[in-house]
């Protein structure tokens, strides 16, 4: 075993396991990539470290600047732990609609935490508008990088690693791969991978059904953290995903609690929407194929909510 030089070696090379107890045989099988073994427990690490390093390449970042974004929680986690690592202060602009836990995490390692006030605990097109203003006042700083992760085109190299990942530990046979967009970097970044790769597997973009601005073209409030929060996602150019879907957010979070129950996957609702979304797939493909999507974090993040307390 090759000792790293620092947590930063431990990103990536996640695994996969099969779903055994969900899906019964006249179903395609379905593949779950488990990306909480990432440090942070998310896949966010990925395109964290890859915006990071990409800036600091091109010399728009440099040491005795601070970082900002504004972010639902794993980013600002992902983004926090590079930054101390690397010794740039960093200013994530969050909401108190967010799991405690997300919040606390990012303090641990040693952000300067905004947190704005939300409608009732729901994540709202209205809360993100106000989170992006504060990140306007902030970038406007002298001395100040913005990794803005909706534009930032090195999150999709740090994405694409999953793609390839993926790809590896299927064997080469992949006929489908679903998954919830937020800043719609990791759908196409895997799609983009996918694609160099040679494998024709149809790439279905996920939202919660309460807020479906790719589906029907308008915003809503829901509790699904991390995707379904804005109507313009530039990261999703044409020819990136085949076919979106609206996944019920209560049919997701029941999943969420069968698959810890009857898979032992301790999953957040986010993850939980890409399953419910990979067992249709594989209803519709049948036996002999196969459908991928990814845990995109741990369920520890979630334990303090009702998500599982109930």
């Not at 602009?93 to 952000?111: C, H, P, Q, W």
């Not at 313009?232 to 209560?250: C, F, K, S």
Request: with cysteine; glycine share 12%.
């Amino acid at each position: 075993m090759v000792v790293g030089r620092s947590i930063l070696e431990a990103i990536g090379h996640t695994p996969v396991v099969r779903l055994r107890h969900l899906v019964d045989a006249r179903c395609a099988d379905v593949l779950v990539k488990l990306e909480w073994f990432n440090p942070t427990g998310s896949y966010k690490d990925r395109m964290a470290l890859a915006m990071i390093e990409g800036a600091e390449k091109r010399g728009v970042l440099k040491p005795g600047m601070r970082v900002v974004e504004f972010t639902g929680g794993s980013t600002g986690s992902s983004l926090a732990m590079i930054c101390a690592i690397k010794g740039y202060r960093f200013v994530p602009v969050s909401n108190d609609a967010i799991a405690a836990e997300k919040l606390n995490t990012m303090r641990a390692f040693g952000a300067d935490l905004i947190v704005l006030k939300s409608d009732g605990g729901k994540l709202t097109p209205d809360l993100f508008d106000r989170m992006r203003a504060e990140v306007d006042r902030l970038r406007a700083e002298p001395g100040t990088f913005w990794t803005d992760q909706f534009n930032n085109t090195d999150a999709l190299d740090g994405y694409m690693n999953i793609g390839r990942e993926l790809f590896e530990q299927a064997g080469g046979t992949l006929h489908a791969f679903c998954g919830g967009v937020g800043t719609g970097g990791m759908l196409a970044g895997v799609s983009r991978a996918l694609k160099k790769v040679g494998s024709a597997a149809r790439i279905v973009a996920l939202e919660p059904a309460s807020s479906p601005f790719m589906t029907k073209g308008h915003g809503g409030p829901h509790r699904v953290e991390g995707i379904g929060a804005f109507p313009t996602l530039p990261h999703l150019a044409p020819g990136v995903y085949d076919e979106a879907r609206a996944i019920d957010e209560n049919e997701a979070r029941a999943m969420a609690r069968e698959l810890a129950k009857k898979e032992g996957i301790l999953a957040g609702t986010s993850s939980a929407l890409n399953v419910v979304a990979a067992i249709q797939l594989a209803r519709e493909l049948g036996p002999g194929k196969v459908v991928a999507t990814v845990a995109v974090d741990t369920g520890l993040k979630y334990l303090a909510g009702d998500l599982f307390g109930n």
